[in-house]
């Protein structure tokens, strides 16, 4: 069962950033597009973002665009997601997962535990 690994959430001021961070012990994301996801208590979850397999195009939801901006690394194995601008209404708990083709049809990956992003004063 393939499984990705977030990092990088914590609690963080209104406007402040995170670097989140998302990566595979025991196999390789080159080759497939990742999506991040996130579900905050209560509400439905949510596609935030995706990058290609060959991080040549990325696209995200609107809430989150021009503050949000996803990148990979393939040499590290590593795939990020820079979240500048927080609002309180991001907080959530943030997921990666693997895709075939643009994080559409059912993902490669199982859900992990995800990171948890919290914008609070």
Not at 38 to 57: L, Y
Not at 58 to 66: A, C, E, L, P, R
Request: net charge positive; proline share 3%; charged share 15%.
């Amino acid at each position: 069962q393939l499984q990705l690994v977030e990092s990088g959430g914590g609690l963080v001021q209104p406007g402040g950033s995170l670097r989140l961070s998302c990566t595979a012990s025991r196999f390789t994301l080159n080759g497939y597009a990742i999506g991040w996801f996130r579900q905050a208590p209560g509400k439905e979850r949510e596609r935030v973002s995706c990058i290609s397999s060959n991080g040549g195009i990325t696209n995200y939801v609107d809430s989150v665009k021009s503050r949000f901006t996803m990148s990979r690394d393939n040499a590290r194995n590593t795939v990020y997601l820079q979240m500048n601008s927080l609002k309180p209404e991001d907080t959530a708990v943030y997921h990666c997962l693997l895709f075939r083709g643009l994080c559409s049809g059912v993902p490669l990956s199982s859900w992990g535990q995800g990171t948890q992003v919290t914008v609070s004063s």
